[in-house]
């Protein structure tokens, strides 16, 4: 079974307000990328990608006037892919919803969300990933109320093999430090936001080790805005939120695996992987990032998987494949990642 993670840029202004698509000659918000363009070339990558279930980052905006799932289906039954049927969990105010597109004759999928609403008693579940986790984000012996901007969407699956897992889609808040004119707002937005960030990924943890300790396969996948060298206060903590959700420093039976995290983050080589790849205005060059990541538990490691970043210049099988190449460039800033386990 082939399970993918991808992050759309701006899927939701392919449609139109009332959700239909539009494959059309305008803009897209791709830059010099046309709607029907970036369409197509999505259309390209998933048929591609060939797997059976994608978790989706940056959806289609769900609100009252138009449907996540009815505008992924559609999306899918323009270009005949597998994929076919769409699963969204909690609805965000981000216009950047987080769902699946699967493949309904492998697997079967359903939104099933766990832990308690508020703030849990000791020794019970984490909160539900729509409610509020409390941590002292300044250490300051005050609690702090932390939310998600885009609640993970939790999932459990069994392949059409009958073999039961879960998985996790995560899109973490960016570290960006939005609203800041001086360099001092800079400074302190950034180092709050990182404070933020790292908190829902110890909230997250929370759950991973629920999963584990249950004896439950699991997949945690998605965008977590987190990597090495992304900005100058990462050394400011201990750790990453990456690492904190892998449980690096913990026992191997409690660990996630991502070996491009393992890579990066090890820095036992000089070339790093990467997922996104950015234009930046003021230097006139591209920055690229590994921000993508399939975590999987430590039984499902040992089914010796196979993960894939779908690079157009780092993968030959992609390069050298000059549609694909060019249809991964256009379709968003972001690259699929795939993970190949027998399930």
Request: charged fraction near 25%.
């Given at each position: 079974?082939?399970?993918?993670?991808?992050?759309?840029?701006?899927?939701?202004?392919l449609?139109?307000?009332?959700?239909?698509?539009?494959?059309?000659?305008?803009?897209?918000?791709?830059?010099?990328?046309?709607?029907?363009?970036q369409?197509?070339?999505?259309?390209?990558?998933?048929?591609?990608?060939?797997?059976?279930?994608?978790?989706?980052?940056?959806?289609?905006?769900?609100?009252?006037?138009?449907?996540?799932?009815?505008?992924?289906?559609?999306?899918?039954?323009?270009?005949?892919?597998?994929?076919?049927?769409?699963?969204?969990?909690?609805?965000?105010?981000?216009?950047?919803?987080?769902?699946?597109?699967?493949?309904?004759?492998?697997?079967?999928?359903?939104?099933?969300?766990?832990?308690?609403?508020?703030?849990?008693?000791?020794?019970?579940?984490?909160?539900?990933?729509?409610?509020?986790?409390r941590?002292?984000?300044?250490i300051?012996?005050?609690?702090?109320?932390?939310?998600?901007?885009?609640?993970?969407?939790?999932?459990?699956?069994?392949?059409?093999?009958?073999?039961?897992?879960?998985?996790?889609?995560?899109?973490?808040?960016?570290?960006?430090?939005?609203?800041?004119?001086?360099?001092?707002?800079?400074?302190?937005?950034?180092?709050?936001?990182?404070?933020?960030?790292?908190?829902?990924?110890?909230?997250?943890?929370?759950?991973?080790?629920?999963?584990?300790?249950?004896?439950?396969?699991?997949?945690?996948?998605?965008?977590?805005?987190d990597?090495?060298?992304?900005?100058e206060?990462?050394?400011?903590?201990?750790?990453?939120?990456v690492?904190?959700?892998?449980?690096?420093?913990?026992?191997?039976?409690?660990?996630?695996?991502?070996?491009?995290?393992?890579?990066?983050?090890?820095?036992?080589?000089?070339?790093?992987?990467?997922?996104?790849?950015?234009?930046?205005d003021?230097?006139?060059?591209?920055?690229?990032?590994?921000?993508?990541?399939?975590?999987?538990?430590?039984?499902?490691?040992?089914?010796?998987?196979?993960?894939?970043?779908?690079?157009?210049?780092?993968?030959?099988?992609?390069?050298?494949?000059?549609?694909?190449?060019?249809?991964?460039?256009?379709?968003?800033?972001?690259?699929?990642?795939?993970v190949?386990?027998?399930?």
């Amino acid at each position: 079974m082939r399970i993918a993670t991808y992050n759309v840029e701006w899927f939701t202004n392919l449609f139109d307000k009332h959700g239909a698509l539009l494959a059309d000659g305008e803009w897209s918000s791709r830059y010099n990328v046309t709607r029907a363009d970036q369409l197509d070339s999505l259309g390209i990558v998933f048929t591609a990608m060939d797997a059976d279930a994608v978790m989706i980052i940056e959806a289609p905006d769900n609100n009252r006037h138009r449907k996540t799932v009815q505008m992924l289906e559609a999306f899918a039954a323009r270009y005949e892919l597998r994929t076919r049927k769409a699963l969204l969990g909690y609805e965000n105010e981000t216009q950047q919803e987080i769902a699946l597109l699967y493949d309904p004759d492998k697997l079967t999928v359903e939104h099933d969300p766990i832990g308690m609403p508020e703030q849990p008693i000791e020794g019970m579940a984490s909160p539900r990933f729509d409610s509020s986790y409390r941590i002292d984000l300044n250490i300051d012996a005050t609690l702090d109320l932390v939310r998600f901007s885009k609640p993970p969407l939790e999932i459990a699956a069994t392949s059409v093999a009958g073999k039961s897992f879960r998985m996790i889609g995560v899109h973490v808040k960016s570290k960006a430090p939005h609203g800041a004119s001086t360099e001092a707002q800079v400074r302190r937005l950034a180092i709050e936001n990182r404070r933020k960030q790292l908190a829902q990924c110890i909230w997250l943890r929370e759950r991973v080790l629920e999963h584990l300790q249950a004896g439950e396969s699991l997949i945690v996948l998605g965008d977590f805005n987190d990597g090495p060298g992304l900005d100058e206060y990462e050394n400011l903590f201990g750790r990453s939120g990456v690492e904190i959700v892998l449980g690096w420093d913990e026992p191997r039976e409690k660990r996630l695996y991502d070996p491009h995290a393992r890579v990066a983050f090890g820095k036992k080589l000089a070339a790093m992987p990467s997922t996104a790849r950015f234009y930046l205005d003021d230097q006139g060059a591209y920055f690229s990032a590994l921000l993508d990541y399939v975590m999987v538990s430590p039984d499902l490691r040992t089914l010796s998987p196979t993960w894939r970043i779908w690079h157009p210049f780092d993968d030959t099988r992609c390069y050298c494949v000059p549609e694909l190449r060019e249809a991964l460039l256009a379709a968003s800033d972001h690259f699929p990642v795939t993970v190949d386990l027998p399930l």
